[in-house]
């Protein structure tokens, strides 16, 4: 297998991006990137560390993100597993980017920057839901804004309203198979709703 290790080499492959892919790019939240990503409930985040790299859903009810001011947004770090992935890796190496999903657009809006981690009261109290409040908040400085080609969702067919979920393996399927039986199975199934139920905030 040929290995592509020269920039040169990749661009010659691909040619030069045209101009609005260049001038679609922002450093701060625009009005209409404002509309957009407030409108959106999901969002993945991916962070970088000395062990690797880390991708995590993020979602909420609402807005899955509040903007503090036009070049800075914090994303609430709601209960999860407790891995810490992410946030391990924002604490030691801070670049991160975001792609914001709206269900039924095939458009998706990416936002690269640097972030931090608090724990500040006030800003955790900004997120407070039925006396809940999330540990963390992760404070994203923006340094580009911009709008992904819509061809990977519409080539998935990501919102045609098709369900293939039929016959994948659930989370107990796969936990019993990682520990040779000795946990998961339909018991851990049956009661992960129950559970989230009661740990979604």
Same mark, same amino acid.
């Given at each position: 297998? /040929? ?6 080499? #990749? *661009?010659?492959?691909?040619? $030069?991006?045209?101009? !609005?892919?260049? =001038? ?5 939240l625009t009005p209409l990137y404002r ?22 859903? /993020? ?6 993100? #509040? *903007?503090?001011?036009?070049? $800075?947004?914090?994303? !609430?770090?709601? =209960? ?28 998706v809006v990416r936002v690269n920057g ?40 519409m080539r998935a067919g990501t919102w ?42």
């Open positions: 297998m /040929r290995r592509i290790d020269d920039i040169a080499a #990749l *661009e010659a492959l691909y040619g $030069t991006p045209g101009a !609005p892919a260049l =001038r679609k790019v922002a450093d701060r509309d957009w990503i407030m409108a959106s409930k999901l969002c993945i985040l991916s962070t970088v560390g000395p062990d690797g790299t880390d991708g995590s859903p /993020r979602g909420d009810e609402g807005p899955v993100v #509040l *903007e503090l001011d036009q070049r $800075t947004l914090a994303l !609430p770090d709601w =209960r999860g597993n407790n891995r810490l992935d992410s946030l391990r890796n924002i604490v030691v190496d801070g670049r991160v980017s975001l792609m914001f999903l709206v269900p039924g657009s095939n458009n640097t972030a931090i981690l608090t724990d500040d009261a006030d800003l955790r109290a900004r997120f407070a839901k039925g006396g809940r409040q999330p540990a963390t908040v992760i404070v994203v400085t923006i340094a580009e804004v911009y709008i992904q080609c819509a061809r990977a969702l045609a309203g098709a369900d293939d979920s039929a016959g994948l393996p659930s989370a107990g399927d796969i936990l019993a198979e990682m520990t040779s039986g000795a946990e998961g199975g339909a018991p851990y199934d049956d009661a992960w709703g129950p559970r989230a139920a009661k740990t979604m905030w």
